[in-house]
């Protein structure tokens, strides 16, 4: 059964590290496996409760995408030690309304570059606490990418054995369950 990964980079710049990282998880992913990645982090706007029954088009991209996913993957860097403030927005847009998130029960995986010797490990582990609070079903495992410049090839995959070694376990465990969770979809279905 194929299933469909739906990749959300946390940093904003158009040659971002975040950005690589998510491109070197979606090649490893099966010929079954269908991957998109959410380009429209830039046009959501500041969460306002006011809004949320009828927030505007980018928050329906949003929301609309993450409904139509079996997996999420988020790659974060680290601002001043905790998650960027827009990908912290687009979790909060999409864990509201409450009665409706489409994020509840969804699977997801966090995984992290840095230029620091950190790799985004106080970051990541801020995603997966909001993420866990919003009612996904969060990975508890993290990949952090240290000096994240340094840590890619020309062709955009990982050079440390080690690091890729952890992306592949991250992601596979990630199209795991979300094939778990596609299957028990259908089954209630039938």
Do not use: C
Not at 80 to 96: E, F, H, T, Y
Request: net charge negative; proline share 4%; glycine share 10%.
């Amino acid at each position: 059964m194929g299933v469909r990964i739906l990749g959300i980079s946390g940093s904003l710049r158009a040659d971002s590290h975040n950005s690589r990282l998510l491109a070197a998880a979606a090649r490893l992913l099966g010929a079954d496996v269908e991957y998109v990645r959410f380009e429209g982090l830039k046009a959501l706007p500041p969460f306002d409760e006011d809004d949320e029954e009828d927030p505007g088009q980018a928050v329906g991209q949003l929301r609309g995408e993450i409904a139509a996913a079996d997996g999420l993957l988020f790659a974060t860097p680290e601002y001043n030690s905790s998650i960027p403030g827009q990908l912290k927005n687009a979790v909060d847009w999409a864990s509201r309304p409450f009665e409706g998130t489409v994020i509840r029960n969804k699977n997801a995986a966090v995984i992290g570059a840095s230029t620091s010797m950190f790799g985004a490990v106080w970051a990541q582990a801020e995603l997966r606490k909001v993420l866990s609070a919003a009612g996904a079903r969060v990975i508890g495992r993290e990949l952090a990418v240290s000096y994240a410049e340094e840590q890619f090839d020309a062709d955009g995959r990982l050079v440390e054995p080690e690091l890729q070694a952890v992306l592949e376990e991250i992601v596979g465990e990630l199209v795991e369950q979300a094939r778990m969770s596609a299957a028990s979809r259908a089954g209630d279905r039938s």
